[in-house]
């Protein structure tokens, strides 16, 4: 314990004795003599450093960051109204998309009513082609029908003759083959009818 005792007033007059060597030799700023000037200095110093801070460097930096906050709101403000014109155009986009599917269909509508209408009256002008057509040939059967007893008597008068003729070598008149043609005849009709 003495030693620790001996060792705290070594240690104090070591401190001591440096702190009163430096106020009398060397450090002026921990002599009372200069404390005045240094305060005045001290107040000059900052009282500057305070002025240039105030009056030139804050508003620079005041400046740029009003700039800065304008800027950005500006931006904001920018973007809001871009925004707007965007979904504006999007809706009109969207408008216009359906007005033209709208017209298309319409027009295709329109398209397929005319071309059905076009098919209709052609099948109709075919179908009244096809009636005519018909017709005439049912005319020209009917006709067919009515004359061919004639034609087929005709035929058979002339075939008859010409058999007559080769059998028996010598010509026949016509007017008995044509009676006997045409009483067969009318007996084959009276007995289909």
Same mark, same amino acid.
């Given at each position: 314990?003495?030693?620790?005792?001996? $060792?705290?007033?070594?240690?104090?007059?070591? *401190?001591?004795?440096?702190?009163?060597?430096?106020?009398? #030799? #060397?450090?002026?700023?921990?002599?009372?003599?200069?404390?005045?000037?240094?305060? *005045?200095? $001290?107040?000059?110093?900052?009282? $500057? =450093? *305070?002025?240039?801070?105030?009056?030139?460097? =804050?508003? #620079?930096?005041?400046?740029?960051?009003?700039?800065?906050?304008?800027?950005?709101?500006?931006?904001? %403000?920018?973007?809001?109204?871009?925004?707007?014109? !965007?979904?504006? =155009?999007?809706?009109?986009?969207?408008?216009?998309?359906?007005?033209?599917?709208?017209?298309?269909?319409?027009? $295709?509508?329109?398209?397929?009513?005319?071309?059905?209408?076009?098919?209709?009256?052609?099948?109709?002008?075919? %179908?009244? %082609?096809?009636?005519?057509?018909?017709? !005439?040939?049912?005319?020209?059967?009917?006709?067919?029908?009515?004359?061919?007893?004639?034609?087929?008597?005709?035929?058979?008068?002339?075939?008859?003759?010409?058999?007559?003729?080769?059998?028996?070598?010598?010509?026949?008149?016509?007017?008995?083959?044509?009676?006997?043609?045409?009483? =067969?005849?009318?007996?084959?009709?009276?007995?289909?009818?």
């Amino acid at each position: 314990m003495i030693k620790k005792v001996t $060792l705290s007033i070594l240690y104090l007059q070591i *401190f001591t004795s440096k702190s009163i060597g430096a106020e009398s #030799g #060397g450090m002026p700023q921990l002599d009372p003599e200069y404390w005045i000037s240094q305060i *005045f200095w $001290l107040v000059i110093t900052f009282g $500057l =450093l *305070f002025v240039i801070l105030s009056k030139l460097i =804050l508003p #620079g930096i005041s400046k740029n960051l009003e700039n800065r906050k304008s800027q950005i709101v500006e931006n904001i %403000e920018t973007a809001d109204k871009q925004r707007s014109e !965007s979904d504006k =155009l999007n809706k009109e986009y969207e408008k216009v998309i359906l007005e033209s599917r709208i017209k298309a269909k319409n027009i $295709l509508k329109e398209a397929k009513k005319r071309l059905i209408e076009d098919i209709d009256k052609k099948r109709d002008i075919l %179908e009244n %082609e096809i009636d005519k057509e018909l017709k !005439s040939a049912e005319k020209e059967i009917k006709s067919l029908i009515d004359k061919s007893p004639a034609k087929i008597n005709q035929i058979a008068i002339e075939t008859s003759s010409d058999l007559l003729k080769q059998l028996i070598g010598a010509e026949v008149n016509k007017s008995n083959i044509s009676a006997i043609v045409e009483d =067969l005849s009318r007996k084959r009709n009276g007995q289909i009818s």
